[in-house]
């Protein structure tokens, strides 16, 4: 299993480059990349794209010391869609199943994400295959999310700003949503941000 961080946005509501912002002592890009360490160590996979030369610079000391693959996706501009698709394409052969994450949902936790992984590994072999495993932050189902390769082609052709909620709309019937409130919350501006450091 590998794991996809989405981090190629612009951040245009941040006013910054939020990869970077500090929460509780780490950058944000920190603070994802250790949660998929801690899962998936060895297979942490990270797309970027609107200030990749400046969060590579910034983030060397991250780069040094994990075994982070990064892949640039020119197209960034045209949506999440856009960059998971880009993301999938650069998976390395074979994968059975990735775990998609996004770089702001701050308030997730390992248990969160070891949660999702041992709902998927204790599906019945039959139907592991075709198993999507996302959160439910009612009324709203989406990432994190993982999805087994059966999908991977059709996450590969997804454009624009429609993301992993695309393929998990389609396949409804396929999809064990997990309660997960510590997804709600993804950071789009400083004072969001701000709040969460005050709780």
Not at 23 to 40: D, I, M, N, P
Not at 58 to 72: D, G, M, N, V, Y
Not at 142 to 158: C, D, K, N, R
Not at 161 to 171: L, N, V
């Amino acid at each position: 299993m590998h794991t996809l961080i989405l981090a190629a946005g612009e951040s245009r509501r941040f006013q910054g480059c939020k990869q970077l912002a500090l929460f509780r002592g780490q950058t944000l890009l920190s603070r994802v990349v250790a949660l998929a360490e801690s899962v998936t160590p060895g297979a942490v996979h990270l797309v970027l794209g609107a200030n990749a030369k400046h969060i590579r610079s910034e983030s060397h000391a991250l780069f040094q010391r994990t075994e982070l693959s990064t892949h640039f996706h020119e197209q960034w501009s045209e949506g999440m869609g856009s960059s998971l698709a880009a993301g999938m394409a650069s998976l390395p052969k074979p994968a059975d199943a990735v775990l998609v994450l996004l770089v702001d949902q701050i308030n997730l936790s390992v248990e969160d994400l070891q949660l999702m992984i041992a709902a998927w590994v204790s599906t019945p072999h039959n139907l592991r295959d075709t198993q999507i495993i996302c959160a439910d932050y009612g009324p709203t189902l989406g990432v994190p999310a993982l999805f087994p390769a059966h999908y991977f082609a059709e996450l590969m052709q997804l454009r624009g700003d429609r993301g992993a909620k695309k393929i998990i709309s389609r396949y409804a019937s396929n999809t064990l949503a997990l309660p997960m409130e510590s997804a709600k919350i993804d950071i789009d501006t400083v004072e969001q941000l701000d709040r969460e450091h005050s709780r």
